[in-house]
C-alpha cells in the first residue's frame, strides 16, 4: 500500500511534468522557491512561450538572479517533454557553452544516491544520453541524432540543425559593450551562423543582462519586429519602481547600493536596471517632431527664412552633415539632411542640388579643414548648373570647442528643433547619430551633433563668426 508520503512525491512528480516551474523546484528547492515570484513568472513565460505560435523570446534580467541556470534546466525539462527536439545554445566563449552543456547533460545523467532525494530520472525515465556520445558539446539522446550543441562566436555550428536556440549572456563585461566592433561581430555571429542553423517553425530565446542598445537584445528586438515576427520581450529590473528589489533574498537594497557605489551609476543601471549604458549616458533625451510645417490659414508657409548649415568631412572617417531648415519665432523646423561619407566630387554637387530644390536663403558652411574651397564650389555649381544666386553661401572658420559647443547648446537643440515626425525612416543615419550620442567620450562621430548645434547657434546668433571674404 502506497503511503500519503510516496502519493505527495508521485504528485509532484506529475506537476514537475507537466509545469516548468514545479520542475526547477524539485530538482533545485532551495533557489526556486515558490515565494520567489520572479522565478516563477520566468519559469512560466519561458513555459508559455514555448506552446505558444511565438517566434522569438528575449529576457534581460540582473547578474545572479538565475539566468543562466533557468535556461540549463529549461534545455533538460524540453527534452523530458519531447526527445526529438534540437537544441543549439551559444554562449560568449567556448569555456562558457562547455559549463552550460555539462549542466545540462549531467542535470539528464545525475545518479540517484539518496533515496529520497528526487533526480531527472524520476522525473523523465525514458530520456537518456545515448552511450558513446563523449563530446561535451555535441551529444545525443538515445533514440535521436545530434540532439544538443554548444557554441560561442569562436565555436562552430556547421552541420547542426535546431529547433530550440537559447542564447545566454553574450557580453562579459563593460569593455565589450563600450566595443562597438565587438557588439557588430555578435550580432554577424547571430544573423551569420546561428540563424542560418535554425530550422523552419523553430524558436529563438535570447536570455541577457542588458549593456548597450546595439547589443544582441537590442539589435534583435529591432530586426525581428522589422521582419513582423512575434517578440516576446521580458525586462526585471533588480530595484523595483517603488523602492522594493525584485528578490531581497537574492540581491538585498544594501548589496545593491554597495555595487552601484562600487561600479559606477552607468554600469549598473545596464546591469540591474536594463538600461543600457548608452541611454543612460546620452546626450540628447527626447526630440521634438512636427507632421506639418507652420502655415497660414491660406496654407502658406509662415517661415521668415530657409536657412542651411553645413560641417563639411575633416578626415576620411568623418561625414559631411547638411541640414536645411525654417525658421519661424526663432525655432528651427529640419526640412531636409544630407549626412555621408562620400568624397567631395559626390557631395559637392549634391549639396548644391539640396540647397537650390530647398529654395534655401543662407548657407553657413564652416570652412575648417577645406570647407572654403567646398563652398566656392557649391556656389560655382548653384550658378553655372542652376542658373541661380538665391542662396547666399557664408564660409567661417568655427574657433569655439565643438564638444563644449554641443554640450551647452544640447538644450536648445532638444527644445527648439523639430524633426518630421518619420525622420528615422527619412535620414536613418543621421537619427542614429543624434539619439545614440554620449555626453562623455565614447562617441565615434560627432559630425551630426555638430552640424545641429551649429543651426541652434545660427538661428540664435550666439556663435561669434567671423565670414570672410
Given amino acids: 500500500m502506497i503511503d500519503k508520503e510516496q502519493l505527495k512525491k508521485y504528485a509532484r512528480i506529475e506537476l514537475a511534468k507537466r509545469e516548468f516551474f514545479y520542475f526547477s523546484n524539485l530538482l533545485a528547492p532551495d533557489f526556486y522557491k515558490e515565494d520567489r515570484k520572479y522565478l516563477v513568472d520566468l519559469c512560466n513565460e519561458l513555459q508559455d512561450f514555448y506552446y505558444s505560435d511565438d517566434d522569438v523570446l528575449i529576457i534581460n534580467e540582473p547578474p545572479r538572479h538565475g539566468k543562466s541556470r533557468t535556461a540549463g534546466l529549461f534545455a533538460q525539462w524540453v527534452f523530458g517533454k519531447n526527445q526529438q527536439e534540437k537544441i543549439m545554445t551559444g554562449s560568449y566563449n567556448e569555456t562558457l557553452s562547455t559549463t552550460f552543456s555539462k549542466n545540462v547533460r549531467n542535470g539528464i545523467q545525475e545518479q540517484k544516491a539518496d533515496q529520497e532525494k528526487i533526480v ?3 522525473i523523465f525515465p525514458d530520456v537518456k544520453i545515448k552511450q558513446g556520445d563523449g563530446a561535451m558539446n555535441l551529444w545525443s539522446l538515445e533514440g535521436g541524432y ?12 556547421t552541420g547542426f540543425g535546431c529547433s530550440l536556440m537559447i542564447i545566454d549572456d553574450l557580453i562579459k563585461n563593460s569593455e565589450e559593450a563600450y566595443n562597438e566592433n565587438v557588439l557588430e561581430k555578435h550580432w554577424d555571429w547571430f544573423t551569420n551562423t546561428m540563424l542560418s542553423r535554425l530550422e523552419e517553425g523553430g524558436k529563438i530565446i535570447i536570455i541577457m543582462t542588458r549593456w548597450a542598445t546595439g547589443d544582441l537584445a537590442g539589435k534583435a528586438l529591432d530586426h525581428f519586429k522589422e521582419e513582423k515576427k512575434k ?3 521580458i525586462s526585471m529590473k533588480a530595484l523595483q519602481d517603488d523602492g522594493t528589489m525584485l528578490c531581497a533574498e537574492v540581491l538585498s537594497k544594501e548589496s545593491y547600493n554597495m555595487k552601484v557605489r562600487a561600479m559606477g551609476e552607468d554600469i549598473a543601471s545596464a546591469n540591474y536596471q536594463q538600461i543600457p549604458i548608452d541611454v543612460k549616458g546620452k546626450l540628447y533625451n527626447s526630440f521634438k517632431t512636427y ?29 559631411l552633415c547638411a541640414i536645411v531648415y525654417g525658421e519661424y519665432n526663432k525655432e528651427a523646423y529640419v526640412l531636409d539632411v544630407y549626412y555621408t561619407k562620400d568624397g ?30 567646398f563652398a566656392r564650389s557649391v ?12 542662396t547666399i553661401i557664408k564660409w567661417f572658420h568655427q574657433s569655439k570647442n565643438k564638444k563644449a559647443r554641443i554640450l551647452s547648446n544640447s538644450t536648445w537643440v532638444m527644445e ?26 565614447k562617441n565615434k562621430n560627432d559630425d551630426a551633433p555638430d552640424a545641429t548645434t551649429g543651426v541652434a547657434e545660427s538661428i540664435n546668433e550666439k556663435a561669434k563668426i567671423t565670414f570672410l571674404k
Fill in 146 to 157: 545530434n540532439n544538443y550543441l554548444a557554441t560561442s562566436p569562436t565555436g562552430t555550428a
Fill in 231 to 233: 517578440v516576446r520581450h
Fill in 379 to 390: 556656389q560655382r555649381i548653384l550658378k553655372s548648373k542652376y542658373n541661380s544666386n538665391k
Fill in 344 to 373: 567631395m566630387e559626390v557631395t559637392e554637387p549634391n549639396t548644391a542640388k539640396m540647397l537650390h530644390e530647398n529654395n534655401v536663403n543662407l548657407a553657413r558652411i564652416e570652412s575648417n579643414n577645406g570647407g572654403r574651397g
Fill in 416 to 441: 527648439h528643433i523639430y524633426f518630421p515626425i518619420n525622420w528615422r525612416d527619412k535620414w536613418p543615419e543621421y537619427y542614429k547619430a543624434m539619439t545614440a550620442y554620449q555626453k562623455e567620450g
Fill in 291 to 319: 507632421t506639418e510645417i507652420p502655415k497660414t490659414d491660406y496654407g502658406h508657409s509662415l517661415f521668415t527664412r530657409i536657412g542651411a548649415y553645413v560641417d563639411t568631412a575633416d578626415e576620411g572617417s568623418d561625414y
Fill in 120 to 122: 531527472y530520472s524520476d
